[in-house]
């Protein structure tokens, strides 16, 4: 093979395209940071049936994010957060911020310091956001002091 007037060998072009390749994808995957900002749908815990979805955007460097539409089959249309303590108190359901200041943890793809709100009981617990799966999941942790519970997310877009 001559390349550029020199003859090259079929093996130095094999190495030079897969260096070239990975450079590339790395270059690539250090811009393409996991986010949780998105349309996520969430699944019951105890049926397994998608529950909602939600979007979750960021503003300033802060998260917050809003129940899109419920998908229950027994969810209410019309129904309001009767349990929330707050300003969302009545708020219709469906458009609720229900995350509330999760910021980035530095050096971590790891949102945090922020709140998460439970309608169906208006209790807010603390929030962590982390993106799995190259960010096709997102496993979302609200807790209470040592207590609390995990649910896995799944991405719409």
Not at 49 to 74: C, M, N, P, T, Y
């Amino acid at each position: 093979m001559i390349e550029h007037g020199l003859r090259v060998k079929p093996a130095m072009t094999a190495v030079r395209y897969a260096m070239t390749t990975a450079v590339l994808m790395a270059v690539t995957s250090a811009f393409a940071q996991v986010s949780p900002v998105g349309l996520w749908r969430n699944i019951d815990d105890k049926t397994g049936e998608a529950k909602a979805e939600l979007r979750i955007v960021e503003d300033a460097g802060v998260i917050s994010g809003k129940i899109v539409r419920r998908l229950s089959k027994d969810a209410k249309p019309g129904a309001t957060c009767t349990e929330c303590k707050d300003d969302r108190k009545e708020q219709p359901i469906d458009g609720l911020e229900i995350i509330r200041g999760a910021k980035k943890a530095e050096g971590k793809d790891v949102w945090e310091d922020g709140k998460i709100l439970d309608p169906e009981n208006g209790r807010e617990y603390r929030l962590r956001l982390t993106p799995i799966e190259g960010g096709k999941r997102l496993e979302v942790r609200g807790s209470i002091g040592p207590f609390g519970r995990t649910q896995t997310w799944v991405r719409v877009n």
